[in-house]
Structure formats: C-alpha cells, structure tokens
C-alpha cells in the first residue's frame, strides 16, 4: 500500500509540473501579437474548402462566419455526400446572402476509407486556381481576421509548409456529453497543443484548419497518399514536415460548436481518439501520468485520509480548478461558470478510465460504421 501510495504522490507531482507548464507556455501564447496583419500589396488568392455531412442547428451561423471573414481573394469549395444531404439547406441559404461570392459546390466522394479525404478528393477533383487551400471541418467557427493571420503566416517563409489552429469549444445545448466534449477541449486538447508546441518540434496538424500551398501539398503526395488514414490531418502534416517544411501553430484560434451530444456520444467519440491518438501518436499515453484528480483521489484513498496526504491531494485540485479558470479567460477568452469547473474533476475521472480502455482493441466506430486501425496508420472496415 505504501508503495501504491508514493506512486500515486508521483503522479501528483508530474501534475504538478505539467500544470506550471501549461501556464508557463500559456502565457507566451497568450503575448503573441494580437494586431490583425496587414494585407500584402498582392494577397494571394485562397480556396477555402468545406466538406459536410449532415446538419445541425448551428451549421449555418458556423459557414456564416466563413463568408463573413476579412479577405478579399478568396472562394469557396463546399461538398456534400448526396442531392439529398440536408446540409444543402444550408448552402441555399448561403447563396442567397452572398450571391456575388464565388461558390462552388461538389456531391459524393471518391473511392477512400477515410469519407472526409474522399469527399476532399472528390472537391479537388478539379482544382481550384488558388494558391492556398484551407481545409476545414463544419462545425469550425471562426472571426472577421481569420484568414489574413492564416495567410501572413504561411507566405512569412517559404519553409513555412502548412498552418493548423488549436481550437476552443462551446456548448449552447446543455447536454450532458457536449459539456463533456466541450471540456475536455478546453482543459486537456487545446492546452497541450500549445504546451507541444513550444516543447518540441511540430509534426502534426489540426483538421480544425489545415492551411497548405497547393505546390506544397503536391510535394507531399496530395490527400490521395492520406486517403485511407484514420488520422489524414496528422498524416499529412508528417508528409510535410518530410519535405524539409515546417508546421506553425497559428495566432488565430478558432472555435468547435459541439452539437448536441448523449454521454454515449462523448464516451464512444473519446474512445475512438484514444485509440486513434494511441496508434499514431504513443506518446499521448503519457497524458495518464498527469491526470491530477485522480492521483489525488488515489492518493487519499492509499493514504487513509491521513491529514498531510489529503493536504497534498487538495493542492493538486486546486492547481487544476486554478490552471483551468485561468486557461478560459486568458486563452480561451471563454467566461468561467462555477457549474463548468466543478465538472472538471468528474471530467478528468473519465478520462483516466477512457484511456484505459483505450489500451485494448483495435476497432472503433465512426459515423455507423466499424474500422480497424492498422499499424500502417490506415484503417479498413470491419464487415
């Protein structure tokens, strides 16, 4: 039991250090420029691409945001799955508010185990004349200065071969497995993202944005060399970063819109990253180390509730409540509601038993269907 309880003060202490390293790296995000770029004398022309399946209730405000963005060279690529996608009401609506922006609209996939890639191939099939593309998934929302900071970035260096965002999330429905989605996001996802980024070299994107010359992406083989990988965003930047180029996390964050999730939802949505981020990315494991709360909930449980021990565990929540109130308003510049942070801990248990179940099995479901992810990084369907 003694030995069970100093590994549990061991993970209370890497928590600790992964908590102070979160602020640290969170204040020099936070101090990046926060000007809006100027435009160049020649601002290159961007196709902004937009696949959708579907439709939920905030899908229209989420493309309005897109039309609505600052920049003067750019058109839009939007596809769907069928004729009969509902998300085509969506883009009637668009039309009709922007009936002079250049729209340009795609149905079906090509032949891909990844639908998201295929529906991409299938948008490019016959490529735009613009320079830039910029891939993003449908319930991304973004400001007004979205793209002149995407594009400063990517034209600052020729070396520069791809720019991502990190991302926060909000949850307008009160459900119970959106909160959840919404939170992780915020307190696990976004934070680490930033905290890898100064750490350590970037080899990996977002699908929030994946921001690319078209001469770049050609280098790297095209989204045809990604098409049946379960983690296209991260395949792709590790082609990228192959061809001499580097990846810039962008000084534009954007936001998730959750839409309305079950507790089922977020477990088996959870279920599939862990086991995906498990296969591309092992180091991800580590993330189980650092899980303050349930370090601190072992280490009372081993030490009997000895009065020192439950001290040093109600430090280790404090520094998260702390660390997570701090991260909203001076990151996310998200207002920090007392229901949110009390979840935080419950969140955090969940987690911790998520990826542990994430260790075992090799199949996850995605959209109705069942994949198995092969130690290639592709994955094919089961049945």
């Given at each position: 039991?003694?030995?069970?309880?100093?590994?549990?003060?061991?993970?209370?202490?890497?928590?600790?250090?992964?908590?102070?390293?979160?602020?640290?790296t969170?204040?020099?995000?936070?101090?990046?420029?926060?000007?809006?770029?100027?435009?160049?004398?020649?601002?290159p022309?961007?196709?902004?691409?937009k696949?959708?399946?579907?439709?939920?209730?905030?899908?229209?405000?989420?493309?309005k945001?897109f039309?609505d963005?600052?920049?003067?060279?750019?058109?839009?690529?939007?596809?769907?799955?069928?004729?009969?996608?509902?998300?085509i009401?969506?883009?009637?609506?668009?039309?009709?508010l922007?009936?002079e922006?250049?729209?340009?609209e795609?149905?079906?996939?090509?032949?891909?185990?990844?639908?998201?890639?295929?529906?991409?191939?299938?948008?490019?099939?016959?490529?735009?004349?613009?320079?830039?593309l910029?891939?993003?998934?449908?319930?991304?929302?973004?400001?007004?200065?979205?793209?002149?900071?995407?594009?400063?970035?990517?034209?600052?260096?020729?070396?520069?071969?791809?720019?991502?965002?990190?991302?926060?999330?909000v949850?307008?429905?009160?459900?119970?497995?959106?909160?959840?989605e919404?939170?992780?996001?915020?307190?696990?996802?976004?934070?680490?993202?930033?905290?890898s980024?100064?750490?350590?070299?970037?080899?990996?994107?977002?699908?929030?944005?994946?921001?690319?010359?078209?001469?770049?992406?050609?280098?790297?083989g095209?989204?045809?060399?990604?098409?049946n990988?379960?983690?296209d965003?991260?395949?792709?930047?590790?082609?990228?970063?192959?061809q001499?180029?580097?990846?810039?996390?962008?000084?534009?964050?954007?936001?998730m819109?959750?839409?309305?999730?079950?507790?089922?939802?977020?477990?088996?949505?959870?279920?599939?990253?862990?086991?995906?981020?498990?296969?591309?990315?092992?180091?991800s494991?580590?993330?189980?180390?650092?899980?303050?709360?349930?370090?601190?909930?072992?280490l009372?449980?081993?030490?009997?509730?000895?009065?020192?021990?439950?001290?040093?565990?109600?430090?280790v929540?404090?520094?998260?409540?702390?660390?997570?109130?701090?991260?909203?308003?001076?990151?996310?510049?998200?207002?920090?509601?007392i229901?949110?942070?009390?979840?935080?801990?419950?969140?955090?248990l969940?987690?911790?038993?998520?990826?542990?179940?994430?260790?075992?099995?090799?199949?996850?479901e995605?959209?109705?269907?069942?994949?198995?992810?092969?130690?290639?990084?592709?994955?094919?369907?089961?049945?």
């Amino acid at each position: 039991m003694i030995l069970l309880r100093d590994f549990c003060l061991f993970g209370c202490c890497a928590s600790l250090i992964y908590y102070l390293l979160v602020w640290t790296t969170g204040i020099l995000f936070s101090r990046r420029a926060t000007t809006t770029p100027p435009l160049p004398a020649d601002p290159p022309t961007v196709a902004l691409l937009k696949p959708l399946h579907g439709w939920d209730e905030n899908l229209f405000a989420n493309l309005k945001s897109f039309m609505d963005v600052d920049y003067p060279r750019k058109e839009f690529i939007f596809g769907i799955t069928t004729e009969d996608d509902p998300a085509i009401s969506a883009l009637h609506e668009i039309r009709r508010l922007y009936p002079e922006a250049r729209i340009t609209e795609t149905v079906g996939d090509e032949d891909s185990t990844n639908r998201k890639v295929g529906k991409l191939l299938r948008m490019l099939r016959q490529p735009p004349a613009s320079e830039i593309l910029v891939m993003s998934d449908a319930d991304v929302r973004v400001d007004r200065d979205y793209l002149r900071r995407i594009v400063a970035e990517l034209d600052g260096s020729k070396r520069i071969g791809m720019v991502t965002c990190a991302y926060k999330a909000v949850a307008p429905q009160s459900t119970f497995g959106a909160r959840l989605e919404a939170l992780f996001i915020n307190t696990d996802f976004t934070p680490t993202a930033i905290l890898s980024y100064y750490l350590e070299p970037m080899r990996h994107a977002f699908a929030s944005t994946v921001a690319i010359r078209q001469s770049v992406l050609k280098e790297a083989g095209g989204l045809e060399a990604v098409k049946n990988s379960f983690g296209d965003d991260f395949a792709l930047a590790r082609r990228v970063v192959a061809q001499g180029y580097r990846i810039r996390l962008s000084r534009s964050m954007v936001t998730m819109v959750m839409e309305k999730l079950k507790f089922r939802d977020f477990w088996d949505r959870q279920l599939r990253w862990a086991r995906v981020d498990r296969k591309i990315r092992p180091l991800s494991l580590a993330r189980m180390l650092i899980n303050g709360p349930f370090w601190a909930l072992l280490l009372a449980l081993t030490s009997a509730f000895g009065m020192p021990w439950v001290a040093a565990a109600g430090l280790v929540l404090a520094a998260r409540l702390g660390l997570t109130a701090w991260t909203y308003t001076a990151i996310l510049r998200l207002p920090v509601r007392i229901s949110e942070l009390l979840l935080v801990p419950i969140k955090d248990l969940l987690m911790q038993i998520i990826w542990l179940a994430s260790l075992q099995g090799d199949t996850v479901e995605w959209r109705g269907r069942k994949l198995r992810l092969l130690p290639t990084g592709e994955m094919e369907e089961v049945g």
